[in-house]
């Protein structure tokens, strides 16, 4: 009956897995290491605690919307603002795609567009990148330009690489549909396509505050757009979307974004760091990147890599099951001394 019930493109997917171990350490995510401070975080509970749970959140969260516009220095009717980033590509690809349509993405990239494609019944090309995990972007010019929608991440996961805005520039000016340009990572690179939505009313910017905002427990994330099309985007989020905590605790967090920067420099930093202190070891290869987060290769298959950190109590992300990262392990950058239990254990394996 599930064949009766249920889409064929459902029952194809694969369910969307992260394999987990026991951890001291937790580098598998992309996550923030750093927790926020508990006189923030009680201070917080305290306004959750006084509001009224039997009461639905206002429709939209215009405050919300206010400070995000104000932020990007866009108007705040630009910005559309959803249950994770996850949740603004959702209502992108309800908004646009429909059976057979095409969508362009880079490949390896971030697993999720492929399953909203999917979904949809709709055609994934992809623009691979090169050996060295850069775009070629003639390739991608050319593929986007009669696609309904092209979804480009930078920086890129899994890769760290980082595209230049002209390339981008050139996808949006070149093509018929919408562009997409993921910005999970943008505190990292601190390169935005923002200012390029003044130029083009077919590009969104997607954002979350899961990543170097430390917010990956609550589930908010944010679009970025002309103010028609923000319209048309809304209409595809459930009313009510955001709940009332994520609304209480992002309006009390966005006034340290400086301390997000500051952290975000010293993710930067860290990050370098234990690159090259990898390369140091024979055999092994840590990739540079963009991001709070790095490919390693090894000699060693990175199933072995992973249970060899696992067993030694880190946890690491196995993305060998991406095309083109056959040989790959992905890592967060973590604290200072998670990174330096990282390098260690990494230089003591046999
Ligand atoms: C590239 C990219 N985009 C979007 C997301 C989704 O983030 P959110 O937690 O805001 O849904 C992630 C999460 O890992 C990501 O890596």
Redesign the pocket.
């Known amino acids: 009956m599930l064949k009766y019930w249920i889409q064929k493109d459902v029952l194809n997917q694969p369910p969307y897995k992260v394999k987990t171990t026991s951890y001291q350490i937790k580098l598998n ?2 996550e923030s290491p750093w927790d926020w401070p508990i006189d923030i975080k009680e201070s917080i509970s305290k306004s959750i605690l006084a509001s009224d749970w039997n009461r639905y959140p206002n429709l939209i969260p215009m405050e919300l919307k206010k400070k995000i516009g104000e932020i990007n220095h866009i108007d705040k009717n630009g910005v559309v603002i959803g249950k ?4 603004i ?1 959702q209502a992108v690809f309800t908004a646009s795609i429909r059976s057979k349509d095409t969508v362009v993405s880079l490949s390896p990239t ?1 697993a ?1 567009y492929k399953i909203l494609v999917k979904q949809k019944g709709a055609i994934f090309i992809e623009s691979k990148l090169d050996s060295n995990f850069e775009v070629d972007p003639s390739d991608l010019i050319s593929k986007s330009r009669n696609a309904k929608l092209t979804i480009i ?1 930078n920086p890129n ?1 899994p890769t760290g690489s980082l595209l230049p805005l002209s390339v981008i520039e050139k996808v949006a000016k070149q093509t018929s549909g919408l562009v997409v340009v ?1 910005e ?2 943008v505190d990292f690179s601190n390169v935005t396509a923002v200012r390029l939505l003044l130029s083009f009313t077919n590009l969104i910017v ?1 954002r ?4 170097a905002f430390a917010m ?1 427990g609550f ?3 944010y679009g970025l757009m002309h103010n028609e099309l923000a319209s048309e985007i809304q209409k595809c989020l459930l009313p009510f979307n955001v709940d009332v905590p994520s609304i209480i605790a992002l309006n009390a967090l966005l006034d340290h974004s400086v301390e997000v920067q500051t952290r975000a420099q010293k993710i930067c930093t860290e990050r370098d760091r234990i690159i090259s202190e990898l390369n140091t070891i024979p055999g092994l290869k840590a990739i540079q990147s963009h991001s709070n987060f790095f490919l390693v290769s090894s000699k060693y298959t990175p199933e072995n890599i992973f249970n060899y950190c696992a067993n030694n109590g880190i946890l690491i992300r196995n993305v060998s099951s991406y095309k083109g990262l056959e040989q790959y392990n992905r890592i967060t950058v973590g604290t200072h001394s998670e990174n330096n239990t990282l390098i260690r254990i990494l230089k003591e394996m046999p």
């Open positions: 995510q992309n994770g980033s996850n949740e590509l971030f999720v991440c996961s993921d999970a990572y997607t979350t505050f899961s990543k990956a589930r908010i994330g």
